[in-house]
């Protein structure tokens, strides 16, 4: 029973290599979480530069010469 149960915890304990590759592993998913957020308020701002650009455009265009 003992033995069934340890192979169910975390077998990080007993491989230092799977301790190593998953503390990368976490490392480079923490490095796309950041980078997804960084170009998620890129794009917001560029939608919104975009936005105004066409509002100001129609406005002008729709001004009387």
């Known amino acids: 029973m003992a033995k069934a149960l340890i192979g169910h915890l ?3 304990l007993r ?3 799977l301790a190593v590759e998953n ?3 976490r490392n480079r998913v923490a ?3 950041t980078l997804v ?3 998620s308020e890129e794009n917001d701002k560029l939608m ?3 936005a105004a ?4 455009g129609d406005a002008q265009e729709m001004q009387p010469a």
């Open 31 to 33: 490095e796309l979480e």
């Open 53 to 56: 650009e066409i509002l100001t």
């Open 10 to 12: 975390n077998s990080d």
């Open 15 to 17: 491989d230092p290599r």
């Open 48 to 50: 919104s530069a975009r």
């Open 23 to 25: 503390a990368r592993l």
């Open 37 to 39: 957020l960084r170009l």
